[in-house]
Structures are given as C-alpha cells and as structure tokens.
C-alpha cells in the first residue's frame, strides 16, 4: 500500500469523528474559513500605520488618498500598495488588484501577504459554474487556477509556516483533481493547525472528491 493509499484509510476512519461537520463546495470552504490579510466585512476606511521618512503615524485613509500617498512617495509608502490591492479587491476591480499586489511584491511589502491575496484574486477572475458536471459545481479556469497555485507556493517561500496558504492551496489543487498535491498541502496543513475546523473539513473535502473520483474508474 503506498503512503498516498494509506493515508486515505486512516482518513476513512477519521470521517466518522467528523460526521457532524456538514460538506460544503470548495469555493464556500475557501471563503469562510480564509482569514489571512484583511476581512471582506472590514470599511474601505481604517486605521493603518504608514511610514514616511522614518516617522510613522496613523491615518483613516481612503483608497484616493491612499493613491495620492503613493503618488507623492511611493517608496516611503510602499505598504500602502497591499492596502490597495485589498481595497480594489473588496470593490471587485480585480486586475488592479493584482497590480497593486504586484507592486508591493516588488516593493518586498508584505510580501507574504501579497502574493496569498493575488493567489486569491486569480481564483475570482477563473472562477466559474461547471454546468457538465453537478458534482464539480464551481471551478477555476485552468490557467487562472494555474497561477493562483504559483502565488500560494511563493508565499509559502516567503514565509513557510503559512496555514492560510496552505489551506488554499490544497484546495486549488483539490479543483485541478490533482489529489497526491492537494493531500500533501493538507498534511502540511495539518503540521500547523492538527485541531481546527478548516482542517476537518479538508479533509473531508479531500476524501469526498476521493470517493468521486473512484466511482468514475
């Protein structure tokens, strides 16, 4: 039995402690229990620290003031890219979005952070209904889901210990059928959070889609 085999048995047993955890599609998993960077529900204003010429204050700034900021002194600024892309992000202007996550990946500004958002923000733009299959339901564009994995992985290598990204990207590998990857990503995932819901639930999701794909051999 390989390793991969094996750790689907011990996974069957494990389903059962879960049963009262409902099953959901991966797109709402990811939404829910995602909360790395800033939260959906959070005012396009709010206090944040920037720093200018070695001083830091705290302002409520606007997306146009965070943009005349930038424009005055980007490289004092350069958090401020992250902040944006998230609040272009929240108002559904997605591509500038990613161009502001790219330049705070540029800039070295959060740049975990950046690179897990604009993972996120190529999953929205991919994202679509599978009308051929009603199992599947929504899924990712393949080369969208493509580079949504590559941004999970480079923050992951910015910062190895990111449950948020690992998370994410077990789903999305999970979405592309590739389950040897997405049950790694979750043992990993499990390294860092052995006791949460989102890792139950994972779990769950791994072991559903492995019962899927076995009815179809």
Known sequence: M???????????????????????????????FSNSGEGASQSSKRKIRITRRGRSSSSELTLPQI???????AGANASLYYRAGFLEEQQGNLYQALRDY?????????????????GVVWEKIGEFYDL??????PTIQGEQLRRAIDSYQSAIRARPDFSDAYYRLS??????????EANE???KLHRLEPDTDRTRQ????????????SLHR
């Open 102 to 118: 790219s330049d705070a990946v540029r800039m070295k500004a959060r740049l975990a952070d950046a690179l897990y958002r604009a």
């Open 67 to 73: 943009r005349a900021a930038l424009k005055n002194d």
């Open 202 to 213: 994972l779990l769950r999701l791994i072991f559903k889609r492995h019962q899927q794909q």
């Open 185 to 187: 990503q979750y043992q």
């Open 171 to 180: 789903l999305a590998y999970l979405l592309g059928d590739d389950m040897r």
């Open 2 to 32: 390989t390793r991969f085999h094996a750790h689907f048995a011990i996974s069957f047993f494990l389903i059962f402690c879960f049963a009262g955890f409902g099953t959901d599609n991966l797109t709402y998993a990811a939404d829910q």
């Open 132 to 137: 051929r299959s009603r199992e599947k339901g």
